[in-house]
Structure formats: C-alpha cells, structure tokens
C-alpha cells in the first residue's frame, strides 16, 4: 500500500506521527462501452449545453447551481477565499463510548500507521481505546477540507473514518408504518424462532461476489471460442485531445478558401489556429482513414450533487 497522507494524531499533550493509507478498495465489475461493429472505445466530448459547441478544459469553470436554478460561477480567487484548511494534525476532540456512533454516519474507512518514533504512544493510545471500549472522535483536513472523524481500534491497528455532516443524513418519514400496528403475540412468537433458527455469528467469507465470478467465466468462455474483436492501441496525447482528422478537414477547407496564400501556408496557419480554438464536431466521412488518431480516453464531467450547505458551513 502506499500512504495518501502524512500527518499526526493529536491528544493532550501527546503526539503521533502517523501515514494514512485507504483500508478499502472496490473491486465492483464495470465494462466500457464501445461500438458493436468493431469495439472501439465510445468518446465523450465536453459540450456546452447552450451552444452545442466543444469547449476546451481551459474554459471550463466552476458552477454552483442554486435551489432555484440559477448557476453562480466562482472563480479561482472565489474559492481562494473560502476557509480551507491544510493541517496535517488529526486532532482528538473527545472519547465517546462507541454504541453512541450512528453506523449510517460512516464514511471512508482509513488505515493508521505509526511512524518510528511514534510508535509507543501509537500503541498506547490503541490500547486505551480498546480498554475502555470507547472511540476518537477527531477533526481532520483531507483535501484542504475539515472533516469529523473517529478513531477506533481493528486488528491492533488504528482505523480513522470519516463522518458524514449531521445535515447528510437523510430523515426516514414513512408514513405507511403508521398503518403496520402491533404485531399479534402468535406472529412475534414465530418470527423470534425463525431468528433464533437463523442466528450465527458473522463471517465475511461466507459471502462472495457471484456476479463478478461468472463475468469472469463468461468472458473467458468468449475469448476461449475466439469471439474477442481486436481493437488498435490509441496513442495517448499530451494536454487538450485534438480530433487530428477533423482539425486536418478544417485545414483543407481553409487552405481552399485561403485568398493569396499556398497550400502549405494555410495549412500550417489553419492547423496552428483552429488548435487553440474548442474542436467542433465534425460529420464523420463514409470510409474509414488508415490516419492514426491521436487521441486519449475522455471521461465525462461528473456533476458534483451540490449540497444544501455552503462550503464555509462544512469548513467550520
């Protein structure tokens, strides 16, 4: 594993020089979407939802959208002044006991590693937490944002997870339990003796992922009776994507329709202009090219879920 983070826990007058490494990893299945006809990767192109028009990573700013629609764009120096902070100190703000921590608060889980010399109060503030079956809460920044978190003992290692804001908890009003009414005695009876017929304790390798297991075998059944479509290894550019094939058409057109100028110098002048400008879409030509086209794999923007809170209120 490598560490993410460096940094200390801070308690009283003690400190722990720790490394933060992420305790989990998804190992969910995803597939790509390409073209049935020849399994070439499908692209995205950043549009511009009111002009249709390409625009380049350069142009591209931040957004909050409000309540009632209306989008604030914030600049750099907007969000320089918002109170990040860039602590590296895990501070311990108070012990609770651990019952008292909600499970659907948790958020990402975190491993922590003593560094050499911190690796006796490491050890004694684990155990002190295992003796008195109790849990850290604590603040820390990650990604210049404060979040509380909690410290809490697996393993003989300590594992740090982020909590969710109070307010990211959603209320569960449902109505239609208030028509369920009391379970008959009769009922109760028996659904306690399907839970004690079921009771165990938990292992988590008595679960495994059936689904990922038979892609796996599906896939390897495909390759195995040679139905696997060979696609040509993409060259990966540096900085913004160009579509060479469209900005060399553009290049024609313009050197065609350039007045007093050669060829060549149109070309070169068209090329050099038309990369500096976002890349229009252009229709695709009946046949395939044989031009290699440099390009790499665009991901779509995500849309970041904007959250009732301002980031100053998270912050504080």
């Known amino acids: 594993m490598r560490a993410i983070w460096k940094g200390a826990v801070s308690f009283g007058l003690v400190t722990v020089p720790v490394k933060l490494y992420s305790a989990t990893e998804s190992h969910d299945v995803s597939f790509r979407q390409v073209h049935a006809k020849d399994g070439g990767r499908i692209k995205y192109q950043r ?53 008292q921590i909600d499970p659907l608060m948790l958020e990402k889980s975190y491993y922590l590693e003593p560094e050499k010399s911190g690796v006796r109060p490491y050890a004694l503030l684990r155990d002190a ?5 109790r849990v850290a809460v604590v603040t820390v ?18 594992v740090m997870q982020t909590l969710m804001w109070p307010d990211e908890i959603r209320a569960a009003d449902f109505p239609v339990l208030e028509e369920a009414g009391e379970p008959r005695k009769q009922e109760l009876k028996m659904a306690q003796m399907l839970l004690e017929t079921l009771a165990g304790d938990f292992d988590p390798a008595d679960f495994e992922d059936d689904y990922a297991e ?52 149109s070309s070169s002048s ?47």
């Open 214 to 265: 038979a892609v796996e075998k599906l896939v390897e059944a495909k390759r195995q009776g040679g139905e696997v479509t060979r696609t040509k290894p993409e060259e990966a550019s540096s900085g913004e994507v160009v579509d060479l094939l469209a900005a060399l058409q553009r290049s024609v057109e313009a050197a065609k329709t350039g007045r007093g100028e050669s060829s060549s110098s």
């Open 129 to 133: 937490l295992r003796e008195s079956d």
């Open 47 to 99: 549009v511009c939802s009111l002009d249709g028009e390409e625009v380049a990573y350069a142009d591209i700013a931040k957004g909050y959208e409000t309540d009632d629609g209306e989008m604030v764009i914030l600049t750099d120096d907007d969000l320089a002044e918002l109170p990040l902070s860039s602590s590296k100190e895990i501070s311990v703000e108070k012990f609770v006991p651990s019952d």
């Open 270 to 316: 068209s090329s050099s202009d038309d990369a500096e400008k976002p890349a229009k879409k252009s229709s695709p030509p009946k046949k395939k090219s044989d031009t290699k086209k440099k390009s790499a794999t665009k991901k779509p923007a995500a849309k970041k879920t904007t959250s009732k809170k301002t980031a100053a209120k998270k912050a504080s």
């Open 141 to 158: 920044s990650l990604r210049t944002r404060t979040s509380p978190a909690l410290l809490r003992v697996r393993d003989d290692v300590l």
